[in-house]
C-alpha cells in the first residue's frame, strides 16, 4: 500500500477536472486531507484509464507492486527504475494501448521514440502522444501540456501563504521557432488547499515542490528536482524530433 496516497497527491487535480479516472474526486481529497491511505483509495486510483498502466508496467519490471512508492516516483518524478523496463515491454505497452486511438503515422513516431530512449515516464506520455488519452479525445494544446506535466518549483513568500494558493517560482513550457522549450524563473499561482480542506500541509518559504493542473502536489529534495528536470527535458527533446 505504500506509495498509494503520494500518487493520489498527484491523480487528484486532473481528477478534478474530469480528464482522469472515476467521479471520485471528493472522495480522493478527503483521503488527502486526512492523509489516510487504504483499499478504497487504491480501488479508486486502479481506475485511472491513463496512469494505472504505466505503474503496472513499471512494477512489472522491476518486481514491485504498481502502488510502491519506489514506483509512483519513478512514473510521476523519474528516478533509475525506469531503466528496468525493457525495450520490447515498453513498445509492446505502447502499441498494444495506442493502436486504437492513434493513426498509423501518428504511432509509428511514438513506438520508435523506444529505441531512441524514451522512458515510461509521465512526461514522455504528455510531450509525445499529443492525442490526450483520457476522458477527451482531443489533442493537447502548449497550454495543456505545460498544465499537464509535472512542474517543479519553489515556494515564494508572499505573505499570503495561509490561504487557497501560494506563489511557486517554476517554469513555462513555450513553441518557439517550431520547438517546445522551458522558460525559467516563471512566477504562477498554484493552490494546495481545498475550502478548509488542507490537501498538503508544512509548506514554507524556499522549500521545492511539485505541481500538476495547478495544485501542489508534494515537497521534494533538490535531487528529485534534477531528476524531474532530466527526465522532462529529455522527452522534450524527443517531442521535438517530431514536430
Same mark, same amino acid.
Given at each position: /500500500? @505504500? $506509495? &498509494?496516497?503520494?500518487?493520489?497527491?498527484?491523480?487528484?487535480?486532473?481528477?478534478?477536472?474530469?480528464?482522469?479516472?472515476?467521479?471520485?474526486?471528493?472522495?480522493?481529497?478527503?483521503?488527502?486531507?486526512?492523509?489516510?491511505?487504504?483499499? =478504497? *483509495?487504491?480501488? #479508486?486510483?486502479?481506475?485511472?484509464?491513463?496512469?494505472?498502466?504505466?505503474?503496472?508496467?513499471? =512494477?512489472?519490471?522491476? $518486481?514491485? =507492486?504498481?502502488?510502491?512508492?519506489? &514506483?509512483?516516483?519513478?512514473?510521476? #518524478?523519474?528516478?533509475?527504475?525506469?531503466?528496468?523496463? !525493457?525495450?520490447?515491454?515498453?513498445?509492446?505497452?505502447?502499441?498494444?494501448?495506442?493502436?486504437?486511438?492513434?493513426?498509423? !503515422?501518428?504511432?509509428?513516431?511514438? &513506438?520508435?521514440?523506444?529505441?531512441?530512449?524514451?522512458?515510461?515516464?509521465? %512526461?514522455?506520455?504528455?510531450?509525445?502522444?499529443?492525442?490526450?488519452? +483520457?476522458?477527451?479525445?482531443?489533442?493537447?494544446?502548449?497550454? %495543456? /501540456?505545460?498544465?499537464?506535466?509535472?512542474?517543479? $518549483?519553489?515556494?515564494?513568500?508572499?505573505?499570503?501563504?495561509?490561504?487557497?494558493?501560494?506563489? *511557486?517560482?517554476?517554469?513555462? *513550457?513555450?513553441?518557439?521557432? +517550431?520547438?517546445?522549450?522551458?522558460?525559467?524563473?516563471?512566477?504562477?499561482?498554484?493552490?494546495?488547499?481545498? +475550502?478548509?480542506?488542507?490537501?498538503?500541509? =508544512?509548506?514554507?518559504? +524556499?522549500?521545492?515542490?511539485?505541481?500538476?493542473? $495547478?495544485? &501542489?502536489?508534494? @515537497?521534494?529534495?533538490?535531487?528529485?528536482?534534477?531528476?524531474?528536470?532530466?527526465?522532462?527535458?529529455?522527452? *522534450?527533446?524527443?517531442?521535438?524530433?517530431?514536430?
Amino acid at each position: /500500500m @505504500k $506509495g &498509494v496516497l503520494r500518487c493520489a497527491r498527484y491523480a487528484f487535480a486532473p481528477n478534478r477536472l474530469k480528464y482522469c479516472g472515476p467521479d471520485k474526486n471528493n472522495q480522493v481529497a478527503a483521503y488527502l486531507a486526512a492523509g489516510v491511505e487504504d483499499a =478504497g *483509495l487504491k480501488e #479508486i486510483l486502479d481506475d485511472f484509464a491513463g496512469m494505472y498502466p504505466y505503474l503496472k508496467l513499471i =512494477g512489472d519490471s522491476n $518486481g514491485l =507492486g504498481p502502488f510502491d512508492d519506489k &514506483v509512483v516516483e519513478a512514473y510521476w #518524478i523519474g528516478s533509475k527504475l525506469l531503466d528496468g523496463v !525493457g525495450l520490447k515491454q515498453f513498445y509492446d505497452h505502447l502499441n498494444e494501448r495506442l493502436k486504437k486511438r492513434l493513426s498509423l !503515422g501518428q504511432l509509428k513516431w511514438v &513506438v520508435n521514440k523506444v529505441p531512441q530512449g524514451a522512458k515510461a515516464h509521465h %512526461s514522455f506520455h504528455v510531450f509525445n502522444i499529443w492525442n490526450r488519452t +483520457g476522458h477527451q479525445e482531443s489533442q493537447h494544446t502548449v497550454s %495543456s /501540456m505545460d498544465a499537464c506535466r509535472i512542474s517543479w $518549483g519553489e515556494v515564494v513568500s508572499n505573505g499570503q501563504l495561509g490561504q487557497s494558493e501560494l506563489r *511557486l517560482k517554476t517554469q513555462k *513550457l513555450v513553441y518557439e521557432n +517550431g520547438k517546445l522549450k522551458l522558460v525559467p524563473e516563471v512566477v504562477r499561482q498554484v493552490s494546495w488547499r481545498l +475550502g478548509d480542506k488542507k490537501l498538503i500541509s =508544512g509548506l514554507k518559504a +524556499g522549500d521545492l515542490v511539485t505541481m500538476h493542473w $495547478g495544485w &501542489v502536489c508534494e @515537497k521534494i529534495s533538490l535531487q528529485q528536482a534534477k531528476n524531474l528536470e532530466k527526465y522532462t527535458k529529455w522527452h *522534450l527533446k524527443l517531442a521535438n524530433t517530431t514536430i
